[in-house]
């Protein structure tokens, strides 16, 4: 009796789940989803390493940053599973976090607080544009070399802040950057550990980015370069960064230009993947477009404002969902399971803050790579069109500013255009763009 209640008590669960997600109807089941959840959270897990590293150096607590890294994770991919219902996970965005410290706080001269509020601001934006659906019109108004630019650029963007933490490239007085001293422990095993997490990835071993960064964080120990403190302990306390927004620069042409920046590089990171990831669910319908579409890029504006109200960079959605979806995840359970796992996590602080500098270096230039691959894949035939998507992405990582190397190609594909006949290929909307980002490279 009891092995039939107990049989009985799990099949209501499972019909629950079932009702709920749809698991029968999108060809999936409950252990097929549990697994698909794990591998996803595996594979961006290194997310709770890097970004404290990186939001450090913009001034915060890394183990306050910790705390809302975790925290956002979480609660962005259960609204994303539960509202949604998509297999995607999200977390504070790669690149994304980079211009929030280096541009937006060392170049800039914001504060952090100012800069969670320009965060906050551009998922507003975010929740306006999926709200009353203009998304597509101002997607479809950037052309697709200048597109693919951007997510090259703050790749080579990522690279570039990699190289230099790890010390394989220093300043130099005439030439600018020049090489390091490649004998510094911390440089060999930056680049050992680059290409430990590709040849790891290349062979598709599971969480072969975090393994890579706790390998070479490991092997530095014994040289005094990481230090050991524990692996499980209660989490630190989040109270640094939350709430701690601060809109004192709200009205001036350069927090305008940020949030511009911060809402545009999110808009096409955040379609690519939504689209990218449920294609190859077989989530698309037959002609092409993806239902619920309004859902998740509400969720994915929540996660942008939630995330900066408790002390994070833009919160977006991950491509690495791809990876749980080929193990089969159809649904937003595979994301409830994503978001349980980023709470347990919360306990692994200790972890978190022995990864040193070289190590996450490691992941930037992996991740750096994996994004420069929009190069390849730009039309290289006409020379108005992809001479602006050079300057783009180039222009980020020698400026040190995303926003900059977006400016530049705006202002460079308007002006090419105009002088080459070709006005009519330049939308309104860029043509905005353009003089906005000219003002402010005028007023300075």
Same mark, same amino acid.
């Given at each position: 009796?009891?092995?039939?209640?107990?049989?009985?008590? @799990?099949?209501?669960?499972?019909?629950?789940?079932?009702?709920?997600?749809?698991?029968?109807?999108?060809?999936?089941?409950?252990?097929?989803?549990?697994?698909?959840?794990?591998?996803?959270?595996?594979?961006?897990?290194?997310?709770? =390493?890097?970004?404290?590293?990186?939001?450090?150096?913009?001034?915060?607590?890394?183990?306050?940053? %910790?705390?809302?890294?975790?925290?956002?994770?979480?609660?962005?991919?259960?609204?994303?599973?539960?509202?949604?219902?998509?297999?995607?996970?999200?977390?504070?965005?790669?690149?994304?976090?980079?211009?929030?410290?280096?541009?937006?706080? +060392?170049?800039?001269?914001?504060?952090?607080?100012?800069?969670?509020?320009?965060?906050?601001?551009?998922?507003?934006?975010?929740?306006?544009?999926?709200?009353?659906? !203009?998304?597509?019109?101002?997607?479809?108004?950037?052309?697709?070399?200048?597109?693919?630019?951007?997510?090259?650029?703050?790749?080579?963007?990522?690279?570039?802040?990699?190289?230099?933490?790890?010390?394989?490239?220093?300043?130099?007085?005439?030439?600018?950057?020049?090489?390091?001293?490649?004998?510094?422990?911390?440089?060999?095993?930056?680049?050992?550990?680059?290409?430990?997490?590709?040849?790891?990835?290349?062979?598709?071993? +599971?969480?072969?980015?975090?393994?890579?960064?706790?390998?070479?964080?490991?092997? *530095?120990?014994?040289?005094?370069?990481?230090?050991?403190?524990?692996?499980? @302990?209660?989490?630190? @306390?989040?109270?640094?960064? =939350?709430?701690?927004?601060? %809109?004192?620069?709200?009205?001036?042409?350069?927090?305008?230009?940020?949030? +511009?920046?911060? %809402?545009?590089?999110?808009?096409?990171?955040?379609?690519?993947?939504?689209?990218?990831?449920?294609?190859?669910?077989? +989530?698309?319908?037959?002609?092409?477009?993806?239902?619920?579409?309004?859902?998740?890029?509400?969720?994915?504006?929540?996660?942008?404002?939630?995330? @900066?109200?408790?002390?994070?960079?833009?919160?977006?959605?991950?491509?690495?969902?791809?990876?749980?979806?080929?193990?089969?995840?159809?649904?937003?359970?595979?994301?409830?399971?994503?978001?349980?796992?980023?709470?347990?996590?919360?306990?692994?602080?200790?972890?978190?803050?022995?990864?040193?500098?070289?190590?996450?270096?490691?992941?930037?230039?992996?991740?750096?790579?994996?994004?420069?691959? *929009?190069?390849?894949?730009?039309?290289?035939?006409? !020379?108005?069109?992809?001479?602006?998507?050079?300057?783009?992405?180039?222009?980020?990582?020698?400026?040190?500013?995303?926003?900059?190397?977006?400016?530049?190609?705006?202002?460079?594909?308007?002006?090419?255009?105009?002088?080459?006949?070709?006005?009519?290929?330049?939308?309104?909307?860029?043509?905005?763009?353009?003089?906005?980002?000219?003002?402010? %490279?005028?007023?300075?």
């Amino acid at each position: 009796m009891a092995r039939k209640a107990e049989t009985a008590a @799990s099949s209501g669960f499972d019909g629950a789940l079932d009702n709920y997600f749809g698991l029968k109807a999108n060809r999936t089941n409950v252990r097929t989803e549990v697994i698909a959840g794990f591998t996803t959270f595996l594979t961006m897990a290194y997310i709770i =390493f890097v970004n404290p590293q990186i939001l450090g150096a913009a001034g915060m607590d890394k183990g306050a940053v %910790f705390v809302a890294t975790c925290l956002a994770s979480a609660v962005c991919t259960l609204v994303m599973g539960l509202y949604a219902n998509y297999p995607i996970a999200l977390a504070p965005g790669m690149g994304l976090n980079a211009f929030f410290a280096f541009t937006i706080v +060392l170049t800039y001269k914001y504060t952090w607080q100012q800069a969670l509020a320009a965060v906050f601001c551009s998922g507003v934006l975010f929740m306006l544009v999926s709200v009353f659906r !203009v998304r597509e019109y101002i997607i479809d108004a950037i052309p697709y070399n200048l597109k693919l630019a951007i997510s090259a650029g703050i790749g080579l963007f990522l690279a570039i802040i990699g190289l230099q933490s790890a010390g394989i490239i220093v300043d130099h007085p005439t030439t600018l950057v020049t090489l390091g001293d490649l004998k510094n422990p911390s440089a060999i095993l930056a680049l050992l550990g680059f290409v430990l997490i590709a040849a790891l990835n290349y062979r598709g071993i +599971l969480g072969g980015t975090i393994i890579g960064i706790l390998a070479v964080a490991v092997i *530095g120990i014994p040289f005094g370069l990481a230090q050991f403190h524990g692996i499980v @302990s209660m989490p630190p @306390s989040l109270a640094p960064t =939350f709430l701690q927004l601060d %809109f004192s620069r709200v009205a001036e042409l350069s927090f305008i230009t940020v949030v +511009l920046t911060l %809402f545009l590089v999110d808009l096409f990171d955040n379609a690519g993947t939504l689209i990218g990831v449920t294609h190859r669910a077989g +989530l698309l319908d037959k002609q092409g477009r993806l239902p619920r579409m309004r859902q998740a890029l509400i969720s994915d504006s929540f996660a942008a404002m939630f995330g @900066s109200l408790i002390g994070t960079s833009t919160t977006t959605s991950y491509i690495e969902s791809a990876a749980g979806v080929n193990a089969g995840g159809r649904t937003g359970l595979t994301s409830v399971v994503v978001a349980v796992l980023f709470l347990i996590a919360l306990f692994f602080s200790p972890l978190a803050g022995m990864i040193p500098a070289y190590a996450t270096a490691a992941a930037l230039l992996y991740v750096a790579a994996i994004m420069a691959k *929009g190069l390849a894949e730009m039309s290289w035939d006409d !020379v108005t069109d992809y001479a602006p998507a050079v300057v783009t992405a180039v222009s980020m990582p020698l400026t040190y500013s995303i926003a900059t190397g977006i400016g530049l190609g705006f202002i460079t594909y308007v002006v090419l255009k105009i002088l080459a006949g070709k006005a009519q290929d330049a939308s309104p909307t860029i043509m905005v763009l353009a003089v906005l980002f000219a003002i402010k %490279f005028a007023v300075g």
